[in-house]
């Protein structure tokens, strides 16, 4: 299987080398040539498979230049009961009625995100080795993409992470999760700004192509491919949970930002898992909302960008949403291009016309949750269920709620645990002792390991030259 770019100007790719990349060359995403389609006898075979077995049936129809038995050794290292915490890896509990939870949150550091970040970093270790190739991490973070990251690169051969967050803005919990860390290729800076600073600094040292090229600088943000790919998976696990035949249909509602985990749940939709709707929730920074409810995208400027209790669903801008676009467009690259460039410009763009396509033929639907929904959730599923949900989650059950039609089965993701985001909980509910996995004990009693700098960009280069060696010019 060949990737090419949402732009149309980037010659087909293997997997191995779009997994290393961010934006594709002509500013575009990477996306393999077509889905491959799954048959309803194939679903039979695949719904009584392990969760490891699972990803290898789905991430060999993609993966198609790694050897099979590579790929399976890198998989079953990474979904162990060791790192997920049970053999189900990603379990599904039913809340009530025809609402189920999907708990995608069991991983070292307590969101959804170790559940592709802990693949990449294996299939990276293992790419670069064979390329002989080594690699800089450098991103910035507002708390659980960072942490994610660390957790996955933690100790591998030929990577080293610089991972930049703002100083004193991260809660006392991800501060302890990212600093606590011993790890020789694990560099945590704090930066005195805000996160729009780190990311401005991980801006600068990106573009500037000598340093980039010098010190093979990288990055693993949310629209890298092998963050979707190994997404797809637990739609197909979730689906099998709760279904007993392939006849039935489930909706997913899912709390989100960047359009990254749905985007993934769309594209099982298109290898022909029977979902029936994709549920967008968001919470109060809803361009997403708009978009899905009336057909225009209007992203916003960061400075426009609400702060919520639902932090990790902050952004102004959905990354992945040009791989949606792309095929509503009928794999229009030239409008594509047309289009994303706007958006690149600041402004937005209207697809009303296609609201039948996007409701209909791929299923979509969205709602919106605030700060007030999300406390209310939090407190009537503790007091209704005992049942604790972080705030993220909070949002994607509200809108699931409000959406629901009779008869409809939704999966709602659980895309953070409640102890990440105590604050919040005991805003809804009062204190409380909020339940943690057994290695996160004592997490805030660690030593920290971090270094604070000025915001310049500079400085942070400085801390890359005293680790890596630069290649030469
Ligand atoms: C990243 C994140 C989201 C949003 O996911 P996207 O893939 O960006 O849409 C939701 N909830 C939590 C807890 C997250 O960390």
């Not at 809660?171 to 729009?196: C, K, P, V, W």
Request: glycine share 6%; charged share 25%.
């Amino acid at each position: 299987m060949k990737y090419i770019s949402t732009r149309g100007q980037t010659k087909p790719m293997d997997f191995s080398d779009v997994l290393l990349m961010g934006l594709a060359p002509d500013g575009g995403l990477m996306l393999p040539e077509h889905y491959p389609h799954i048959d309803r006898t194939v679903l039979d075979e695949w719904r009584t498979l392990s969760y490891p077995k699972l990803a290898m049936a789905i991430m060999q129809r993609f993966a198609t230049d790694i050897p099979a038995a590579d790929l399976q050794d890198i998989i079953e290292r990474t979904y162990t009961t060791e790192v997920f915490g049970n053999a189900e890896i990603t379990p599904v509990r039913k809340l009530e009625n025809d609402i189920h939870i999907l708990g995608l949150s069991n991983g070292p550091t307590l969101a959804f995100k170790d559940v592709a970040m802990q693949f990449l970093g294996n299939a990276f270790e293992y790419v670069l080795k064979k390329k002989e190739a080594r690699i800089t991490i450098i991103g910035a973070t507002s708390g659980d993409t960072g942490s994610a990251a660390e957790y996955a690169l933690r100790g591998k051969d030929n990577i080293e992470v610089f991972m930049l967050s703002p100083h004193g803005k991260m809660s006392e919990f991800q501060r302890a999760q990212m600093y606590s860390l011993t790890d020789d290729n694990i560099h945590n800076i704090a930066i005195d700004g805000m996160f729009d600073d780190c990311q401005d600094i991980v801006k600068a040292l990106q573009q500037d192509a000598e340093f980039k090229a010098a010190y093979n600088l990288g990055t693993v943000n949310s629209i890298n491919w092998g963050r979707i790919l190994a997404q797809i998976v637990y739609y197909f696990k979730a689906y099998f949970a709760v279904t007993s035949s392939n006849d039935e249909q489930v909706s997913f509602s899912i709390p989100s930002g960047n359009f990254g985990n749905i985007c993934a749940g769309h594209i099982a939709r298109e290898m022909g898992l029977p979902i029936g709707r994709l549920i967008v929730a968001t919470n109060e920074n809803d361009v997403l909302n708009d978009f899905f409810n009336k057909g225009a995208y209007q992203p916003r400027p960061t400075d426009q960008t609400h702060i919520t209790s639902s932090p990790s669903m902050d952004i102004s801008k959905a990354s992945n949403f040009e791989r949606f676009v792309y095929l509503l467009l009928d794999k229009d690259s030239a409008r594509v291009h047309e289009l994303f460039e706007g958006v690149k410009s600041g402004q937005g763009f209207d697809l009303s016309d296609l609201m039948e396509a996007v409701n209909s033929r791929y299923g979509f639907a969205a709602g919106k949750s605030t700060h007030t929904d999300r406390l209310q959730t939090i407190k009537a599923l503790y007091e209704q269920h005992g049942e604790l949900v972080d705030p993220h989650t909070a949002d994607g059950i509200k809108v699931a709620k409000e959406l629901q039609q009779d008869g409809e089965i939704i999966i709602c993701a659980e895309t953070a645990l409640p102890v990440k985001f105590a604050e919040t909980i005991i805003e809804a509910i009062g204190p409380m002792d909020i339940a943690r996995p057994a290695h996160t004990e004592g997490l805030e009693d660690l030593p920290q390991h971090v270094v604070i700098l000025d915001n310049k960009a500079e400085l942070v280069a400085e801390q890359i030259r005293q680790y890596v060696k630069a290649n030469p010019a």
